[in-house]
């Protein structure tokens, strides 16, 4: 079954519409939207290519360790176990601004606030910065 899917395009903060053309539930192409207020049928190369990602072999399907040099994959609970035991020891040892939390703009407004909350309230630093300064 042939569909077209409207989404957002997820590699900036711009936030163009897009049409997916989907076949048979496998992702084929994008499009751009052209009713979307924001990019008014207009993309850029990334947004083009929007759809590459998904269907991509060297995508990660599950977070990565490194152990003794090597990778390993790894649960989300082992992975935020390890995270958090080693942010926890950072803290301990050299204080809470040893420590900067970098957001996205890939990730939703919501996120990056939950994300801006945590580094003040739970870590007490206000070293946040975003990934459009760098
Ligand atoms: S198409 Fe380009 S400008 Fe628009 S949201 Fe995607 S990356 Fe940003």
Excluded at 14 to 28: A, I, K, N, P, R
Excluded at 54 to 74: A, C, E, I, T, Y
Excluded at 116 to 133: E, L, M, P, S, Y
Aim: glycine share 8%.
């Amino acid at each position: 079954m042939y569909r077209l899917v409207p989404s957002v395009c997820s590699y900036c903060g711009t936030g163009c519409g897009v049409l997916f053309e989907v076949l048979d539930g496998q992702l084929l192409k994008t499009l751009p939207l052209k009713t979307h207020p924001v990019n008014q049928g207009k993309l850029c190369i990334k947004g083009w290519n929007l759809h590459e990602f998904v269907n991509s072999r060297m995508r990660l399907q599950s977070p990565l360790l490194k152990v003794n040099g090597r990778f390993h994959d790894v649960t989300w609970n082992r992975a935020l176990q390890f995270t958090a035991e080693k942010l926890k020891g950072i803290i301990e040892k050299y204080g809470p601004d040893s420590v900067g939390v970098l957001v996205s703009a890939k990730i939703t407004n919501e996120e990056n606030y939950l994300l801006q909350k945590f580094a003040r309230a739970v870590v007490g630093t206000n070293n946040v910065d975003h990934c459009a300064r760098l």
